[in-house]
């Protein structure tokens, strides 16, 4: 797990590219401290290029395709 997310979860089955590369959409939710965004999505960016999948592959790029909203409860 990395530390301040809480629900990590895959949107849909991993594809491969025209390379052979393996994609995956993943939809994840964290706890944050207000005021840390940007510092906080780099950090995210960098621990999850750190796992590697069930296979044993190490991930080799993120993308963000959605800034963070916050969910009022």
């Not at 797990?1 to 849909?12: E, P, S």
């Not at 993943?26 to 995210?44: D, Q, R, S, V, W």
């Given at each position: 797990?990395?530390?301040?997310?809480?629900?990590?979860?895959?949107?849909?089955s991993a594809e491969k590219d025209d390379a052979g590369?393996?994609?995956?959409?993943?939809?994840?939710?964290?706890?944050?401290?207000?005021?840390?965004?940007?510092?906080?999505?780099?950090?995210?960016?960098?621990?999850?290029?750190?796992?590697?999948d069930e296979q044993g592959d190490r991930i080799l790029?993120?993308?963000?395709?959605?800034?963070?909203?916050?969910?009022?409860?």
């Open positions: 797990g990395l530390d301040g997310v809480t629900i990590v979860k895959t949107t849909r590369n393996k994609i995956s959409t993943l939809n994840i939710k964290f706890l944050m401290n207000p005021g840390t965004g940007a510092e906080y999505l780099h950090y995210i960016k960098t621990a999850i290029k750190r796992l590697k790029g993120v993308r963000i395709t959605k800034i963070p909203e916050k969910i009022q409860q």
